[in-house]
């Protein structure tokens, strides 16, 4: 498949990746929503992802997936064998699903994620849905990419959900209570109910799904639809994507830095002290023949 | 505290940041050994960090525990739940515990836990402990930073063992299936047994403990007192030392630089395609006066 080779040309770095980038239709992308989905793990993301992607393509949406995989050996499993269980839209040509690792490739995570969005839309994509475990701070960076961001929570994570609910509106525009079916869900809903002071926003922001019975995934899409309408009138959506841009740019940029910083600071012998050495390191890249 | 006075300076990136760092005695850090602790959420971690710590004060080792909290709202709590914890060693002035998120803070997070590895090192301590959880790029990078690394598991991550297992002698140079009272801990351990062709490493570099009840935890310090000792004698350690300050140094370098990255890239009007607004912006490097 066409798309899946052009995102692997560009997380191997090839040569082609720089004209594919820069030839890819922009209009497409602005057009694209790109919907992020974090949560931690257990909470049914990918079960959710997968149901949200039956009903999208009822809507005869082309739907495109990209998960990122921790880069840990010790759970990198668990979400791929998330990923493996999503693939029942393997044979749908109107579904592609791109998996991507944290770990062992060439290039920023978010730089990788970004370019993977922006084919995924030049190839028709109509929403694009990137699914991430949302733990450590890689990972976050990728939810600032999307235009949306769903919470995907489930009951069980106990004590955690106080501290938990600190700051949980910077990151999450709607708030999913997944297996509703299970002891402590409505406790749950109750308790992500306090974080809004607007009783408003907590009616459209906060609802309940049973992913795995396709149980509130219809209201969650219309919910989503009227966010993302919202967020395009208001302007929010726009500035996302100018922070997406420049996040994105910087990661590039970092990540061309990197190798030249990594070459010199093993070939120069430097301060004992790293942050000392970093100075060194820099004020040789001032000469400006090190770049 | 004085120490924690100190690495809340390199934290906050304040002025005097740079003088401390330099001025710090490095003897202290080189004969210090730093031990990384890594695994899956529930694997037991913070317990065995514990019973290790109790171990090592009987032995009258000053002790060090640097504790990475993720960065995301959601699965914040858990850690920190876990460090109040062990607080119990708040009371004891030779272990000092620092906890550090991932997220929200200036500077790279290798930086920051390096200059606090070397700060908790000068002020006396003769073994640190990093204890992260093993997901998230900037997680492992951290871990990177060890002599020698535990990897925490627990019976219970199901079929998730299988793919985990690829690669793990990679990162970790002992494997402990923790929690080893529970149904599935024997299957665990023969199941990690594979990962083993030599049955002397094997032997070694795998064991069972349960650190709720400090069963084997006096084993698992005679194992980690065997590899350092063997990783200082066959170069490993002073090899893993110069990884380790090159990753520091180069973190301490990305992160000095992106900050004026970020803010060129808001400031100039760049091309629609990131990968190249990226080299655009590495060309106004070039001229030397952006640096």
Redesign the interface.
């Known amino acids: 498949r066409a798309i899946g080779r052009a995102v692997s040309l560009v997380e191997d770095n090839a040569p082609e990746?720089?004209t594919l980038?820069?030839g890819?239709d922009?209009t497409r992308f602005d057009q694209a929503l790109v919907l992020g989905i974090?949560?931690?793990?257990g909470a049914g993301k990918s079960t959710l992802t997968g149901a949200l992607t039956r009903r999208l393509r009822r809507a005869e949406k082309r739907v495109g997936i990209i998960g990122i995989d921790?880069?840990?050996?010790?759970?990198?499993?668990?979400l791929?064998?998330d990923r493996i269980r999503m693939m029942n839209h393997a044979l749908d040509p109107d579904v592609v699903v791109r998996s991507m690792a944290?770990?062992g490739r060439l290039g920023g995570?978010c730089?990788a994620a970004?370019?993977a969005m922006?084919i995924l839309a030049a190839g028709g994509c109509e929403i694009i849905l990137i699914e991430t475990?949302?733990?450590?701070?890689?990972?976050?960076d990728i939810i600032r990419l999307a235009d949306l961001t769903l919470?995907v929570?489930a009951p069980g994570?106990g004590?955690?959900?106080?501290?938990?609910?600190?700051?949980?509106l910077?990151?999450a525009d709607l708030l999913v209570v997944n297996k509703a079916d299970l002891p402590g869900a409505d406790k749950l809903l109750l308790d992500l109910a306090t974080v809004f002071t607007d009783a408003a926003e907590r009616d459209l922001r906060l609802l309940e799904t049973t992913a795995g019975e396709n149980k509130g995934v219809a209201t969650l899409l219309e919910r989503i639809t009227l966010l993302a309408e919202r967020c395009r009138k208001d302007g929010t959506l726009a500035a996302r994507r100018r922070n997406a841009?420049?996040l994105?740019?910087?990661?590039?940029?970092?990540e061309?830095?990197?190798p030249r910083?990594?070459e010199l600071?093993?070939q120069v012998e430097?301060?004992?002290?790293?942050?000392?050495?970093?100075?060194q390191?820099?004020a040789r890249?001032?000469?400006?023949t090190e770049?």
């Open positions: 990746a720089a980038l820069e890819l922009r974090t949560g931690p793990p921790p880069s840990s050996p010790v759970t990198g499993g668990a791929l064998g944290t770990r995570i730089a970004g370019a922006r475990v949302g733990i450590g701070q890689s990972e976050m919470m929570l994570f004590d955690d959900i106080q501290a938990m609910k600190a700051g949980i910077e990151v841009h420049a994105e740019t910087v990661d590039w940029a970092l061309m830095l990197r910083l990594t600071a093993e430097h301060a004992p002290d790293p942050r000392l050495a970093a100075e390191l820099l890249f001032k000469t400006g770049i």
